[in-house]
């Protein structure tokens, strides 16, 4: 026996050993492999008795195959000794992980041989195995069953919701770098073979995108300490600006500190990124560091709750650390706001939408009566705002061109009865009035409210029909501002109708549409960044799933059992592909027999 079969049967002996000690855990692994239909799944239960012979010297060993020792045998499987001219035989890799042919048979040695392999008695039950997935096998045996080769499901983590781009989006305008910055487009961009934009994607809220970064860090890292004297390293492409103020990635953050951009962190909500603000701060203290790499003013406008909790304490120690006007339109901090009256500055606490704001205001404006915003005031949506606006003596200081902006319902009531009025005028007297009493509709056109789109909708039906002479002569606030919409989450339909027209416009009427400024067209860039582009398949039973795996820095996904690798070198994005057409639903099909069983390929 040499080398290379002694080898051979130390790993044969370590499965064996294997399935003894994780029988409950393995039992399906082969049907796993091989995609058998669960209904039809078999679970070998093995009885092994160990057997010691007398050696015989003319004698070879003939150990058992792979797929022998690791698949169900059939329940006629007979016992037949080995001949004496017997030799060492060569398990195949392609046997290790399929299932015996119908004429496979156990082949033990003679009692005269020096070494024996246990004698197997197999009982093959027909039962319904459970739900598994390689997440629960352990790492050994993925290791050494799999040779590897599917180690990437093991790292497996994060699955991606199926969201498919609503009918009437025009798939080939879309930017594929503003896509990246969307949530809901990562399983949109995994069917396209495009290179992923490192700096977009740091910006991404979405969990898998920040697995991706991470994913991405750590073979740089790998690739650093792997690379020789000489060799070029692609350097990290990740926007680490735009990750400090993604709320999502605290976790990426704290294990990269020195990468921080602490001018973005201050505007991050999450609490885990206030504690790094808050451990950078002890540090700062404890090294007696003159200059603070925290942007105060951008702080104090910061709305989490432990970020009130530092700033009530900075107040102790250095108040002029605290801005009175980012203070004062923070809405988690009017109880600060109460125990320090003179941070308060009426102007900007007529933005702040918290509702205790308001009574805070009015005691404030006792002492200073003319420290009070109008337009702010007008654009707030909190209730108590409006309560104040709609008092009889505040009614003549509401200005309708902030109302616009809005959301709330009682003030869309205002905008509905003065859109009423302005139809009525003549268009020497609707230019007679001022802009901020009438509808500034590039405000609008930014409002989220559902009747605000009701409200631009009727909008844009007018402008439709208007001369390009008459339309060109609205000014701004006049009109539409496409450009706003296009980012609306709320205006999505509107936006289908806008796309409708100017294709037809393009078609018909080229002239016109060459005419368009900007803000008076779609804008793809912005419409690519809008959630609601992408609509949610409920009926997804199966998520794609990104994994993790080492040797080059690219990013794998997983959906049902075809894998995919992409290129992710920075270059120009690729066109999508047409969508394709929608087939009829297949029948159901018969469950796959046992007798004719699929091998799994190795790479």
Same mark, same amino acid.
């Given at each position: 026996?040499?080398?290379?079969?002694?080898?051979?049967?130390?790993?044969?002996?370590?499965?064996?050993?294997?399935?003894?000690?994780?029988?409950?855990?393995?039992?399906?692994?082969?049907?796993?492999?091989?995609?058998?239909?669960?209904?039809?799944?078999?679970?070998?239960?093995?009885?092994?008795?160990?057997?010691?012979?007398?050696?015989? *010297?003319?004698?070879?060993? /003939? &150990? #058992? =195959?792979? %797929?022998?020792?690791?698949?169900? $045998?059939?329940? @006629?499987?007979? +016992? !037949?000794?080995?001949?004496?001219?017997?030799?060492?035989?060569?398990?195949? *890799?392609?046997?290790?992980? /399929? &299932? #015996? =042919?119908? %004429?496979?048979?156990?082949?033990? $040695?003679?009692? @005269?041989?020096? +070494? !024996?392999?246990?004698?197997?008695?197999?009982?093959?039950?027909?039962?319904?195995?459970?739900?598994?997935?390689?997440?629960?096998?352990?790492?050994?045996?993925?290791?050494?069953?799999?040779?590897?080769?599917?180690?990437?499901?093991?790292?497996?983590?994060?699955?991606?919701?199926?969201?498919?781009?609503?009918?009437?989006?025009?798939?080939?305008?879309?930017?594929?770098?503003?896509?990246?910055?969307?949530?809901?487009?990562?399983?949109?961009?995994?069917?396209?073979?495009?290179?992923?934009?490192?700096?977009?994607?740091?910006?991404?809220?979405?969990?898998?995108?920040?697995?991706?970064?991470?994913?991405?860090?750590?073979?740089?890292?790998?690739?650093?300490?792997?690379?020789?004297?000489?060799?070029?390293?692609?350097?990290?492409?990740?926007?680490?600006?735009?990750?400090?103020?993604?709320?999502?990635?605290?976790?990426?953050?704290?294990?990269?500190?020195?990468?921080?951009?602490?001018?973005?962190?201050?505007?991050?909500?999450?609490?885990?990124?206030?504690?790094?603000?808050?451990?950078?701060?002890?540090?700062?203290?404890?090294?007696?560091?003159?200059?603070?790499?925290?942007?105060?003013?951008?702080?104090?406008?910061?709305?989490?709750?432990?970020?009130?909790?530092?700033?009530?304490?900075?107040?102790?120690?250095?108040?002029?650390?605290?801005?009175?006007?980012?203070?004062?339109?923070?809405?988690?901090?009017?109880?600060?706001?109460?125990?320090?009256?003179?941070?308060?500055?009426?102007?900007?606490?007529?933005?702040?939408?918290?509702?205790?704001?308001?009574?805070?205001?009015?005691?404030?404006?006792?002492?200073?009566?003319?420290?009070?915003?109008?337009?702010?005031?007008?654009?707030?949506?909190?209730?108590?705002?409006?309560?104040?606006?709609?008092?009889?003596?505040?009614?003549?200081?509401?200005?309708?061109?902030?109302?616009?902006?809005?959301?709330?319902?009682?003030?869309?009531?205002?905008?509905?009865?003065?859109?009423?009025?302005?139809?009525?005028?003549?268009?020497?007297?609707?230019?007679?009035?001022?802009?901020?009493?009438?509808?500034?509709?590039?405000?609008?056109?930014?409002?989220?409210?559902?009747?605000?789109?009701?409200?631009?909708?009727?909008?844009?039906?007018?402008?439709?029909?208007?001369?390009?002479?008459?339309?060109?002569?609205?000014?701004?606030?006049?009109?539409?501002?496409?450009?706003?919409?296009?980012?609306?989450?709320?205006?999505?339909?509107?936006?289908?109708?806008?796309?409708?027209?100017?294709?037809?416009?393009?078609?018909?009427?080229?002239?016109?549409?060459?005419?368009?400024?900007?803000?008076?067209?779609?804008?793809?860039?912005?419409?690519?960044?809008?959630?609601?582009?992408?609509?949610?398949?409920?009926?997804?039973?199966?998520?794609?799933?990104?994994?993790?795996?080492?040797?080059?820095?690219?990013?794998?996904?997983?959906?049902?059992?075809?894998?995919?690798?992409?290129?992710?070198?920075?270059?120009?994005?690729?066109?999508?592909?047409?969508?394709?057409?929608?087939?009829?639903?297949?029948?159901?099909?018969?469950?796959?027999?046992?007798?004719?069983?699929?091998?799994?390929?190795?790479?």
């Amino acid at each position: 026996m040499d080398k290379g079969d002694l080898v051979r049967l130390k790993k044969l002996n370590f499965l064996n050993n294997t399935i003894k000690k994780n029988e409950n855990t393995i039992k399906t692994t082969f049907s796993i492999l091989t995609n058998t239909p669960k209904k039809s799944r078999m679970v070998l239960q093995p009885n092994t008795s160990d057997m010691v012979h007398q050696p015989n *010297t003319s004698a070879m060993i /003939s &150990p #058992p =195959k792979t %797929s022998d020792m690791l698949s169900p $045998p059939k329940a @006629s499987a007979r +016992v !037949s000794p080995p001949k004496a001219s017997a030799r060492v035989s060569q398990p195949k *890799t392609s046997d290790m992980l /399929s &299932p #015996p =042919k119908a %004429s496979a048979r156990v082949s033990p $040695p003679k009692a @005269s041989a020096r +070494v !024996s392999q246990p004698k197997t008695s197999a009982r093959v039950l027909q039962s319904k195995a459970p739900s598994m997935s390689f997440r629960d096998l352990n790492i050994d045996t993925i290791r050494h069953i799999t040779n590897y080769s599917l180690w990437d499901l093991y790292n497996s983590k994060y699955e991606l919701v199926e969201y498919r781009l609503v009918n009437g989006i025009p798939e080939d305008k879309l930017n594929m770098s503003s896509l990246f910055q969307n949530k809901n487009a990562l399983y949109y961009l995994d069917k396209l073979d495009v290179d992923i934009d490192w700096e977009e994607l740091s910006n991404n809220t979405n969990p898998a995108a920040i697995e991706v970064l991470k994913e991405e860090i750590r073979l740089y890292k790998e690739e650093i300490k792997k690379a020789t004297r000489g060799t070029k390293v692609e350097s990290l492409r990740i926007d680490w600006k735009k990750l400090s103020a993604n709320p999502s990635a605290v976790t990426l953050l704290k294990e990269n500190k020195t990468k921080i951009n602490w001018k973005s962190l201050v505007t991050n909500t999450n609490s885990g990124a206030i504690d790094l603000i808050r451990l950078k701060l002890e540090e700062e203290e404890k090294d007696k560091k003159k200059e603070s790499d925290i942007d105060w003013k951008i702080f104090s406008a910061n709305e989490s709750p432990k970020a009130i909790v530092l700033l009530r304490k900075e107040m102790l120690k250095n108040p002029q650390n605290v801005y009175n006007i980012e203070i004062s339109k923070n809405s988690e901090a009017i109880e600060l706001l109460k125990d320090y009256p003179n941070k308060i500055s009426g102007e900007a606490l007529c933005a702040n939408r918290a509702e205790g704001a308001i009574e805070l205001l009015k005691k404030h404006l006792i002492l200073k009566p003319n420290d009070i915003n109008w337009f702010a005031l007008s654009s707030n949506p909190s209730d108590s705002a409006l309560d104040f606006l709609l008092l009889e003596e505040n009614k003549g200081n509401i200005k309708l061109g902030s109302m616009s902006k809005n959301t709330n319902s009682r003030a869309i009531e205002l905008l509905k009865k003065q859109i009423e009025y302005e139809d009525e005028l003549s268009t020497k007297d609707y230019n007679s009035i001022s802009v901020h009493n009438k509808i500034d509709w590039d405000f609008l056109s930014s409002n989220t409210n559902t009747e605000a789109i009701k409200l631009l909708d009727r909008k844009m039906k007018k402008e439709q029909e208007l001369t390009q002479v008459n339309y060109d002569n609205l000014s701004i606030k006049a009109k539409i501002n496409w450009l706003k919409v296009s980012s609306n989450p709320s205006a999505i339909e509107l936006i289908k109708k806008r796309i409708k027209y100017e294709t037809e416009l393009s078609q018909t009427n080229a002239d016109r549409y060459n005419a368009l400024s900007l803000n008076e067209m779609i804008n793809y860039g912005e419409l690519s960044k809008n959630p609601s582009i992408f609509s949610i398949v409920t009926s997804n039973t199966t998520n794609r799933q990104f994994t993790r795996y080492g040797g080059t820095r690219r990013y794998k996904v997983l959906h049902q059992t075809n894998v995919s690798r992409r290129r992710v070198s920075k270059g120009s994005p690729r066109k999508p592909t047409a969508p394709r057409k929608p087939t009829a639903p297949r029948k159901p099909t018969a469950p796959r027999k046992l007798t004719t069983p699929r091998k799994t390929r190795i790479r």
